[in-house]
C-alpha cells in the first residue's frame, strides 16, 4: 500500500509572512469551539484584537454560548482571511489551533489589552464595560495556512507570536504619539497599496508592526525583522514621511 | 439567585425567513468540525451547496483534514452570512449544527448533488470527479441565528430543510430549462435590489424558491409558501417577466 501524497508543503519564510499577516491584519474571526451543552463543534464570529506578544484575543460576553463554552473547554480555533471577490477558496486564510485563557478584570494585561482592542475597535467602547463582557487570549499552538488551491502549510504556535516582546507600559504612551501620526500613516497605507487613500490612523504598535485604520478597515504593516524595543517604534514610523 | 435574563427572541416566521435566506444564499461556509487529530474544534472554508430538500451540501477533499475529521465524527457546524461594510458584528450570520452524512458515488442521489452543485459553482466541474473529492450531506439539527446586536434566535432543524419535496428526476430536466430563462433571471435579481443589473442566471430551483447567480454572486430568492411540486417551478419563474 502507497501512502496518500501529503498536500502541506514545507514552511518557508513567506508562509510564515502570509500567516502573521492574515491574523494580525484581521478585525474578525470565524471561532470555533466544543459547544458546552452537547458537545458539538460550534463555529461563530468574534470581533479580533491582538495582544503585544501577537496572541489574538477576543472580547465576548457571557450570555454568548461561545463564552460558555470556552470557560468549559477552553480548546478552540480562529480562522481568517477574507474570501472577497473570485473563488471562495483561491483566497488565503488560516486557522490557528489556540487555547483560551480569560484575562482577569483586576490584572495589568486587561487595562493593555482593553487599551488596545478599543483603539483597534472604536465602537466596543460601548460595551466593553459592561459587566458581562470579558476578554480572552487565545494562545496558539499550531496553525493550517491555506494560501489557495495546492498551497498548504503548517505552522508552529510560535511562529505566529512575537518572540522578546515586552509588557512595558511605554507602549501605551507610544500607542499615544503614534495616533497623531497621520501623514505617516497614509504614507504606509500608499506602501500597502491599498485603493483607500488618506484618513488612516495607526491604531495599533508592536515589536512585529503597526495595524492601520480607516473607518472599519483594517490594514496590517509587518516590519522585515521585529524591532529591538518600544523606542524604535517612533523612528520606524517616522520613515514613511520620508519615503512618501 | 437570579437567572441571567436569556438573550434568546422568540422565533417568528420574520427569523424563520431570514436563517434560511443565510443558510441558502451562501457561496461558502466556516465549517467547524472535531479535529480527528488533536481533538481540537477546527475551522475552515468550504464551498456549499443545497439539496433538493434544502440540506446543505459540501464538496471535500479526503487530502484534507476536515474530511478525514467528518469521517470519525459527523458532528458540525457551518456559519454562513458575510460581514460586509461596517461593523462585522451588525450583520446577521446564522450557526446550523448537522451531521455530516457521506453521499455514495453509486447512489442516485449523487447525480443530482452533483449536477445541482455544479450548476452554483461552476468551477468546480475542474475537480468534482476527481476520486479524492466527495459530497457531504450536511443535515441540520438546529440553528442559532444572530441577527444583530440583540437579535438571537434558535431554529430547529426542519425550520430550515424543505417538507414535501420531492426527488424526481424531472426536477434536472426543469433546471435546464430554467437555466435559459435569462430575463426572468434578470428581473428577479432586480426585485432583490441588488445593485449588479443584467447576466443573471438561475443556477438552482426547489420547492422553496431557486438561486441566481452572476460570475461569483449568488442570490437567493424565496417564495413566500413553498410550491406544491416541480410543475409549478415554470409557472412562478415566467412571472417575472410579466412584473418587470
Chains 1, 2 share one sequence.
Request: charged share 30%; glycine share 8%.
Amino acid at each position: 500500500m502507497k501512502d496518500k501524497p501529503s498536500p502541506i508543503r514545507e514552511t518557508d519564510e513567506e508562509a510564515r509572512r502570509l500567516g502573521r499577516r492574515l491574523l494580525r491584519g484581521a478585525r474578525y474571526a470565524s471561532l470555533a469551539v466544543i459547544d458546552a451543552q452537547t458537545g458539538f463543534p460550534a463555529v461563530s464570529r468574534a470581533l479580533l484584537g491582538m495582544d503585544l506578544d501577537g496572541v489574538p484575543v477576543i472580547l465576548v460576553s457571557d450570555l454568548a454560548s461561545h463564552t460558555v463554552s470556552l470557560k468549559k473547554d477552553p480548546r478552540c480555533s480562529i480562522m481568517t482571511g477574507e474570501p472577497g471577490k473570485g473563488d471562495p477558496l483561491a483566497h488565503a486564510r488560516i486557522t490557528a489551533f489556540c487555547t483560551a485563557e480569560p484575562v482577569d478584570r483586576d490584572s495589568d494585561d486587561y487595562s493593555r489589552i482593553r487599551a488596545r482592542f478599543v483603539a483597534r475597535h472604536r465602537k466596543a467602547e460601548l460595551y466593553v464595560d459592561f459587566a458581562d463582557f470579558r476578554f480572552f487570549r487565545l494562545v496558539p499552538s499550531s496553525a493550517a495556512l491555506n494560501g489557495g488551491f495546492g498551497k498548504a502549510y503548517i505552522l508552529a504556535g510560535e511562529e505566529l507570536t512575537i518572540r522578546n516582546f515586552s509588557f512595558e507600559a511605554e507602549w501605551l504612551h507610544l500607542q499615544k504619539l503614534v495616533g497623531a501620526m497621520t501623514t505617516e500613516a497614509d504614507a504606509a497605507a500608499r506602501f500597502l497599496k491599498t485603493r483607500e487613500t488618506g484618513d488612516w490612523t495607526i491604531s495599533g504598535i508592536d515589536m512585529a508592526g503597526f495595524d492601520l485604520i480607516r473607518g472599519d478597515i483594517l490594514l496590517r504593516y509587518e516590519f522585515n525583522e521585529p524591532i529591538s524595543g518600544p523606542n524604535e517604534i517612533l523612528d520606524r514610523i517616522s520613515n514613511f514621511s520620508k519615503t512618501s
